[in-house]
């Protein structure tokens, strides 16, 4: 079965923030979102050299160890992101989560860094197919507060891992795709 990709992107600076630290890319075989983090603009550097790194995944070729790829995809990523910081300091500090979802016929391959999501809607039915990399979602699934009680939080904006120079383990999985499935890829903005 071979399945065609429509897809659409849409960034929105809302009414908090100053600038827009989150970077997107959207192409035939490849979907990601990266939420920039830092301040000063650093965030938006990194955001920018993750999807940079990330883009050479969406080449029309055969990817016999996806998994693989994608996890040297965030090595490589942080390696750049820390030169950049070498360069200049005044970036230390900076980083980003990353979400991407890499196509290949009925299989898709998931990678998530951080709190930005993936969602997916199936049969009528949304899931978030992600798990967030933050202090709170580690309190709630360790019983320690409820969902109802990480909304409000005083931590719950704190990531736990984020692409951002130094070693991180990315989650990485493989999933079926199936005709009419739609995915949502978003940074906790939304």
Same mark, same amino acid.
């Given at each position: 079965? /071979? *399945?065609?990709?429509?897809?659409?992107? &849409? @960034?929105?600076?809302?009414?908090? %923030?100053?600038? !827009? =630290?989150?970077? +997107?890319?959207?192409?035939?075989?490849?979907?990601?979102?990266?939420?920039?983090?830092?301040?000063?603009?650093?965030?938006?550097?990194?955001?920018?050299?993750?999807?940079? /790194? *990330?883009?050479?995944?969406?080449?029309? &070729? @055969?990817?016999?160890?996806?998994? %693989?790829?994608? !996890? =040297?995809?965030? +090595?490589?990523?942080?390696?750049?992101?820390?030169?950049?910081?070498?360069?200049?300091?005044?970036?230390?500090?900076?980083?980003?989560?990353?979400?991407?979802?890499?196509?290949?016929?009925?299989?898709?391959?998931?990678?998530?860094?951080?709190?930005?999501?993936?969602?997916?809607?199936?049969?009528?039915?949304?899931?978030?197919?992600?798990?967030?990399?933050?202090?709170?979602?580690?309190?709630?699934?360790?019983?320690?507060?409820?969902?109802?009680?990480?909304?409000?939080?005083?931590?719950?904006?704190?990531?736990?891992?984020?692409?951002?120079?130094?070693?991180?383990?990315?989650?990485?999985?493989?999933?079926?795709?199936?005709?009419?499935?739609?995915?949502?890829?978003?940074?906790?903005?939304?």
């Amino acid at each position: 079965m /071979t *399945l065609a990709l429509r897809y659409a992107v &849409r @960034s929105d600076l809302g009414l908090v %923030r100053s600038n !827009n =630290e989150d970077s +997107v890319y959207a192409g035939p075989r490849l979907l990601a979102v990266a939420d920039g983090m830092g301040g000063h603009a650093a965030g938006e550097v990194a955001s920018k050299i993750v999807i940079g /790194t *990330l883009e050479r995944l969406d080449e029309d &070729r @055969s990817l016999p160890d996806v998994m %693989r790829e994608l !996890n =040297e995809v965030v +090595v490589e990523a942080n390696a750049r992101i820390a030169e950049a910081v070498r360069r200049d300091p005044d970036l230390d500090g900076m980083g980003t989560t990353l979400t991407a979802l890499r196509f290949m016929g009925t299989r898709v391959g998931l990678l998530h860094v951080g709190d930005s999501r993936a969602y997916l809607l199936r049969a009528g039915e949304l899931a978030q197919i992600t798990h967030d990399d933050t202090y709170v979602q580690y309190l709630v699934d360790t019983g320690k507060i409820t969902a109802e009680e990480a909304k409000d939080h005083p931590r719950r904006s704190v990531i736990l891992r984020a692409v951002r120079g130094e070693d991180v383990e990315p989650d990485i999985s493989i999933r079926e795709v199936r005709s009419g499935d739609r995915y949502l890829l978003c940074s906790d903005g939304l």
